[in-house]
């Protein structure tokens, strides 16, 4: 029996992340798709959030973990991987810094960009989650999109800076988390600046297979969405030509 249980779902950013992190650091771990599972009775037990990824050890004091920074980070600590999560409090502050960046500014403004594209459920409070038309829903998706430039700039200008990763010259579980977000940009068609597109090339030839497997889930989704929508796009001109 693998130490760890990973429990996910496989087109997320957040679980993409923790996919990508337990085959770099090259942990023994099983790997529990959970889609449409996760309201059970059952995993509500281990996890009462419903949320994923989640993981599952007889060392943690309730056996169980969500948040993917929160595992990505106990996992280093745990098994001391410092490669990924340094102990040096300056640099490990840098990356800390990063992922709650990301967490706290960053990824609101892509969900609310990919969220109603992905199919995704919309967070309560927000417009598209609201009665509003679509047209309002829409122009509030777009503005999202166009924020996304700003803090996106502070990853290359400021934790970046001349460094090829956040985590200077080897990829740190910051980056796996960037990596992963900047995925979902491709639903909406988002030009990512050069910096970014050989950033990410970058953080796949590091990674290698650890992180191209599983983005290879992400990416079959994008496809698969965008395929769908360009097919009712089609259908509504058809429409409106008839």
Known sequence: MSAIKLNVIKPSVN???????VRAAGLDFSEHDVYGLTRSAEYLARAPS?????????????????????IMQYLCNKHGLNDFY?????????????????????????????????????????VGYSDADAATKEHARKQAADALA?????FHTFYMGEK??????????????????????????YSLPAWAATYMAAIEKSLGN???????DVRGY?????????????????????
């Open 150 to 154: 700003e803090p996106l700039e502070v």
């Open 86 to 126: 340094p102990k040096d409090p300056e640099a490990r502050a840098m990356i800390d810094s990063a992922m709650f960046y990301l967490i706290g500014t960053f990824y609101p403004y892509l969900a609310r960009a990919t969220y109603p594209v992905l199919k995704f459920p919309q967070y309560p409070g927000e």
């Open 50 to 70: 419903h949320l994923t990824p989640m993981i599952e050890t007889a060392d943690l004091p309730k056996g169980a973990l969500w948040e993917s920074c929160a």
């Open 222 to 242: 994008i496809d698969y969405v965008r395929a769908q929508r360009e097919e009712e796009l089609t259908g509504n001109k058809r429409d409106r030509i008839e």
């Open 164 to 189: 090829p990763f956040i985590g200077g010259t080897k990829p740190s579980i910051a980056d796996m988390r960037l990596a992963a977000t900047l995925e979902f940009l491709a639903v909406i068609d």
């Open 15 to 21: 679980n993409l992340t923790a996919r990508v992190f």
């Open 210 to 216: 650890a992180y191209s497997e599983p983005a290879a």
